[in-house]
């Protein structure tokens, strides 16, 4: 069960005796904007205490990022990344049978399935059928065949990735609350374009059964600072993750970075907002053009195209070795055409380049 | 199971409101050399790369461990701090029964018991009883309870923590070999005095059911970088490592960190172990004297007295509110007794001043 994913660049080129730097890499979905961060006071601050061990229980770095989110600072939780909470989550024994909203980041079964939970695959195609209305029955009618357990915790990420498409879950988290489920949203996306009435993050206080994944690595562009969040207001479910949690996870590179984001001009989530918002509307506007393609209407700084009649595969090693573009296919997701790519949105000449290449290859 | 440690200067500082800065630590052992690190150049590199994930195979940060540490690449994992590494091996199947040479760092039993594994207590003080001819059956004499199973695997911290006492380790790596038993030796504290001949760096190749773990933590003082690895030549054990392992654990920092190590001055070394070993005879010399206690003779950056007629608990306390100093208790540790402390190898002068103190105390 090795991890497979988008933006393994180096691999990549290593096999195919590329040189990296030559590569454009749509496979990664990371905002094109920096955030400013004063880098001198940041080598400063960490050579002044990188041979100290980071507060084992986080209490700046935790009230730094209450600041930035406007969250209670009891609610949070912090991990090595997004990625070590759900490993950590999905370690937890209130979690036993995990229904999982496919296609989806490939993380949460890994996760699942390395702590020996049972995985139920869920389609997110139909997750609108939920309503004010639906009962256990219904969710057990829709979902689940015969003798599937009913899940402890359903999970997604919204808005979803790989098709970038974002979901009204009002409905969703009303049911859960009804029949004792949790629900884990993944708003890793959300802020790179005007969504906010789409998270959930003021639910949290309202909904105890409610967690909200969040991190520095895609819309901050902090990838390699490792820093990834939970909001939740359940005591135990708190509780229980600090009972499991390894000491020292966060390293000091990452509490540097959130003290400087603390400062961060609204100016960055505005900019960032306006030219997804823009951009994406102008390559779905593009992209719809061409025929034998289906390309989905994302919120999120990607989209999905599903290609009708190529094979996914031979277009993404076609556009490495002949462009040196690195684009990612879908062939491990559930739910989505085996014959999907996903492309992330880049600066403008950038994703012009690749739509003059793709359209003449469609 | 909170993880309890020393070094937790920051809580115990708003626990009894007192100023962090004033607080001289002698409960975290970090070497008090740092080696040079040009942060200039590491800020540079920092802000270049930061936007892009980690190489999801780590192959030029295991390159540049291989190089420090004149192991072959394959034998190399890595994680976020031995403490990632600690929770992943036990968290393999192949390990089911977890024998722990205790004193020793709580990590290996929280970790095992998160795991849901079966913990094994083993006493090292009678360690030096295996020999070269130790059959199973004396194993199992010397250590085990009727009905109590055989450890899959040995888990040992050499020079010992706590205690900081070296333990000459070719019969039990024999034994262990003999009987199918695996040996994890964290070897963290090794560099810091003339150690090489009880290191089983160079036996790695010669037995598969060896497995090292160190870190840039200590002897490097890299402590808040987060980089610890394995050395292991067992291909089945290296294999359900990469199983299992969380995607970019590793952070940029640590990643900068170990590059510029790699061409670090052997003069670090030197100075490390001259003083270390020095320090730690002045000091057993001068402790020694006092009637009362008994000092280990330690081949670590710390040491442990045991008092005879006074309370360590009260101590701590004392040494606290009245010193601003910090020491480790050891009420936690197993086979030690609970009056006991540890005490940081720091400057000569803080040494003293610390020396000065418990003399009059004792």
Redesign the interface.
């Known amino acids: ?3 497979t ?1 988008g ?2 660049v ?2 990549l080129c ?1 096999k195919y005796n590329l040189n990296e730097d030559k590569i454009t890499d749509f496979s ?1 979905n ?2 094109i904007f ?1 955030p400013h ?1 004063n ?2 006071l ?3 601050n ?2 002044f ?9 986080y ?1 700046e770095l935790k009230e730094n990022i209450s600041h930035l989110y406007k969250i209670d600072k009891n609610y949070i939780q912090v991990g ?2 997004a ?2 909470l759900i ?1 950590d989550l999905l ?1 937890l024994d209130e979690f036993k049978n995990i229904g999982i909203f496919n296609p989806t980041f490939s ?1 949460y079964e890994r996760a699942s399935l ?1 702590n020996k939970k049972n995985v139920i695959d869920l389609d997110i195609n139909k997750i609108d059928q939920i309503d004010e209305n639906t009962t256990i029955k219904d969710f057990k009618n829709l979902y689940l065949q015969e003798n599937v357990n009913i899940p402890d915790i359903l999970i997604l990420c919204n808005p979803n990735n790989p098709t970038g498409i974002i979901t009204n879950l009002q409905n969703l988290i009303k049911f859960c609350k009804k029949n004792n489920i949790f629900l884990l949203v993944d708003e890793t996306f959300i802020d790179f374009m005007y969504n906010e009435n789409f998270s959930l993050i003021s639910n949290i206080k309202l909904y105890d059964n409610l967690i909200i994944l969040n991190a520095i690595t895609k819309f901050f ?6 820093l990834g969040y939970t909001f939740c207001s359940n005591k135990d479910i708190n509780r229980a993750l ?14 540097e ?1 959130i003290k400087q984001l603390c400062n961060i001009n609204t100016d960055f989530y505005e900019k960032t907002k306006n030219y997804f918002t823009n951009e994406s509307k102008r390559l779905y506007d593009k992209y719809s053009s061409i025929k034998n393609i289906s390309i989905t209407n994302s919120s999120a700084p990607f989209f999905t195209i599903s290609l009708h009649d190529k094979n996914a595969q031979e277009l993404q090693k076609k556009l490495l070795l002949e462009k040196n573009i690195l684009i990612r296919t879908l062939n491990n997701y559930k739910n989505i055409s085996k014959n999907s790519i996903r492309i992330a949105i880049k600066e403008k000449h950038i994703n012009d380049m690749l739509f003059d290449i793709l359209s003449d290859y469609f």
Do not use: C
Not at 49 to 57: K, Q, V
Not at 242 to 255: Q, R, T, V
């Open positions: 069960m090795l991890s994913h933006a393994n180096k691999q290593i990664s990371i905002n920096k961060i880098y001198e940041l080598a400063e960490i050579s205490s990188i041979n100290r061990y980071p507060d084992i229980e209490s090595n990344g990625t070590e490993y370690l993380e390395i562009a902090m990838t390699g600072a490792r600090e009972k499991i949690k390894k000491p020292w996870s966060i390293n000091i590179l990452a509490e970075v």
